[in-house]
């Protein structure tokens, strides 16, 4: 069966980086995009990104330019996102998620279980 | 950028009602919409892609309608594991999400 498997909660201090994995199993991983989307306390889902993992070409929302960093390692089927300058707006969950493409948009089939990053000083 | 915005904002309702969920965009999305259920804690799961397609294993009192800028989730018989949050989303431009829907038991 389809799984992702992200990595464990993180505390992290203004102005650090935060990387959070997504381990996927249970389908052919280079076949699917892995979208990021996050969650701060009481608020909306936000969608951040893409990695298409065939090839690795990406995607981000304009509100992470320049501070969102998403890679895949094939070899692991890990996908990775990096966000940088982190302020404590940034606090949130973040969940990593599986493109299902239907006539050339996407929808979010497979989620992660999430990932809270914490900022605080 | 496309805002989505639900209505009712929270609804109460008591087990076997019938409830319908309101999402309206900003500007025309053709049939690229999802909904999502979200239980606390949990990470939402999709219930409905391209406004009315049913999600392999979701159950059938589940259905959506709709297109352009006005859509509609219908639950036709609410039963006790269907309270949660629903949110709906568009796929025509990136990816933005509604404000959900906070359904709870009357």
């Known amino acids: 069966q389809v799984q992702l498997v992200q990595s464990g909660a993180e505390v992290e201090k203004p102005g650090a980086s935060v990387k959070v994995s997504c381990k996927a199993s249970?389908?052919?991983?280079?076949?699917?995009?892995i979208h990021w989307v996050r969650q701060a306390p009481g608020q909306r889902l936000e969608w951040m990104g893409w990695?298409?993992?065939?090839?690795?070409?990406?995607k981000y929302s304009q509100k992470f330019q320049g501070r969102l960093t998403i890679i895949r390692d094939t070899s692991a089927s890990t996908a990775y996102m990096e966000l940088s300058s982190l302020r404590s707006e940034d606090t949130a969950v973040y969940y990593c998620?599986?493109?299902?493409?239907?006539?050339?948009?996407?929808?979010?089939?497979?989620w992660g279980q999430g990932t809270l990053v914490t900022v605080s000083s | 950028d496309i805002q989505m915005t639900q209505s009712p904002s929270s609804v109460s309702a008591s087990v076997g009602d019938r409830v319908t969920i309101t999402c309206r965009a900003s500007?025309?999305?053709?049939?690229?919409l999802a909904w999502y259920q979200q239980k606390p804690g949990k990470a939402p799961k999709l219930l409905i892609y391209?406004?009315?397609s049913l999600q392999s294993g979701v159950p059938s009192r589940f259905s959506g309608s709709g297109s352009g800028t006005d859509f509609t989730l219908t639950i036709s018989s609410l039963q006790p594991e269907d309270f949660a949050t629903y949110y709906c989303?568009?796929?025509?431009?990136?990816?933005?999400f509604g404000q959900g829907t906070r359904l709870e038991i009357k």
């Open positions: 998620a599986r493109g299902l493409a239907v006539a050339g948009v996407f929808y979010f089939d497979y």
């Open positions: 249970g389908y052919t991983f280079t076949s699917h995009a």
């Open positions: 990695i298409y993992a065939g090839n690795g070409n990406t």
């Open positions: 500007q025309g999305i053709s049939s690229w």
């Open positions: 391209a406004a009315s």
């Open positions: 989303q568009q796929a025509n431009s990136f990816f933005m």
